[in-house]
């Protein structure tokens, strides 16, 4: 019964650190931004995400699974969460306000993508993040003579120069040293994997996602600056944020996010 009410509450919490942990540059370039290529969101758009992203978003299984293993916690609490994490969404990204999940808030950090990360709880109000109205409208939003204009370079389908190179070491190299992990021959000599601890592997498939990231944006940045053009910093919009808030923002997103899947990666490899 407990369960009920307080995998909502445990959800939002995790979600939101999880959320803004990913609208770091670095990680919204690669993994967030293919989800915010819905700005006009409807219900299908709340699971229209990266396989990256779709690793930190569900790991709020992780506790509850390993809870279940050791017979901590009944299993009906384990298929709320998933139930939850797979119908909320829709809801969310409904565009209405015609029931509860459904809200203007979530349609504008769609639109303008640097506020609102959290849902129903005062996450964003209490870290000043929080938005809920549209800016007036200027002389410039009329469109007179009759040509369409993107207005949000967020909703093109355009491809990051450095998308292939993430999709080989953020996407394809995890998956790989999986499987060459799971079919490894037990007493074999010449195994690989021969003295490399399981929870080595395990670290190494959870942050080859994100060590891709940070690598590629750098060299990105580089080029850029021997370009002249702007460089964004690698955490921005949080760059300007004090200290503490980007160690406690990055750090829980970390905890919440990440290592749930580190440690259900140890569950089913050990």
């Known amino acids: 019964v407990w369960s009920v009410w307080l995998v909502g509450?445990?959800?939002?919490?995790?979600?939101?650190?999880?959320?803004?942990?990913?609208?770091?540059?670095?990680?919204?370039?690669?993994?967030?931004?293919?989800?915010?290529?819905?700005?006009?969101?409807?219900?299908?758009?709340?699971l229209s995400m990266h396989p990256v992203e779709h690793l930190y978003y569900f790991s709020c299984y992780g506790p509850f699974v390993l809870?279940?293993?050791?017979?901590?916690?009944?299993?009906?609490?384990?298929?709320?969460?998933?139930?939850?994490a797979v119908l909320t969404p829709a809801a969310s990204h409904s565009g209405f306000e015609d029931h509860i999940g459904a809200d203007l808030h979530h349609y504008l950090h769609h639109r303008f993508y640097e506020c609102n990360y959290g849902a129903y709880l005062p996450f964003?109000?209490?870290?000043?993040?929080?938005?809920?109205?549209?800016?007036?409208?200027?002389?410039s939003d009329t469109n007179s003579n009759k040509t369409t204009t993107i207005r949000d370079p967020k909703a093109s389908l355009g491809m990051v120069l450095e998308h292939p190179f993430y999709l080989l070491?953020?996407?394809?190299?995890?998956?790989?040293?999986?499987?060459?992990?799971?079919?490894?021959?037990?007493?074999?000599?010449?195994?690989?994997?021969?003295?490399?601890?399981v929870s080595l592997v395990a670290w190494t498939i959870t942050l080859l996602p994100i060590a891709t990231a940070a690598v590629l944006?750098?060299?990105?940045?580089?080029?850029?600056?021997?370009?002249?053009?702007?460089?964004?910093?690698?955490?921005?919009?949080?760059?300007k944020d004090p200290l503490w808030s980007q160690v406690v923002h990055l750090g829980a997103g970390f905890v919440l996010g990440v290592v749930p899947v580190y440690l259900?990666?140890?569950?089913?490899?050990?």
């Open 67 to 84: 809870f279940a293993i050791a017979a901590t916690v009944h299993p009906f609490c384990v298929y709320w969460v998933g139930f939850h």
């Open 169 to 197: 070491g953020g996407v394809v190299a995890p998956i790989l040293l999986l499987v060459l992990y799971c079919h490894r021959q037990e007493g074999d000599k010449d195994d690989i994997f021969n003295g490399i601890p």
């Open 9 to 46: 509450p445990y959800r939002e919490f995790q979600f939101y650190f999880a959320h803004r942990m990913i609208h770091a540059n670095f990680l919204y370039k690669y993994i967030h931004a293919t989800h915010h290529r819905n700005t006009d969101i409807e219900p299908f758009s709340g």
């Open 264 to 270: 259900l990666l140890m569950v089913c490899l050990s």
């Open 217 to 239: 944006h750098n060299v990105s940045s580089l080029y850029s600056s021997s370009k002249n053009n702007n460089r964004r910093p690698m955490l921005a919009p949080f760059h």
């Open 124 to 139: 964003d109000v209490w870290f000043g993040t929080f938005r809920d109205k549209l800016p007036p409208p200027s002389s």
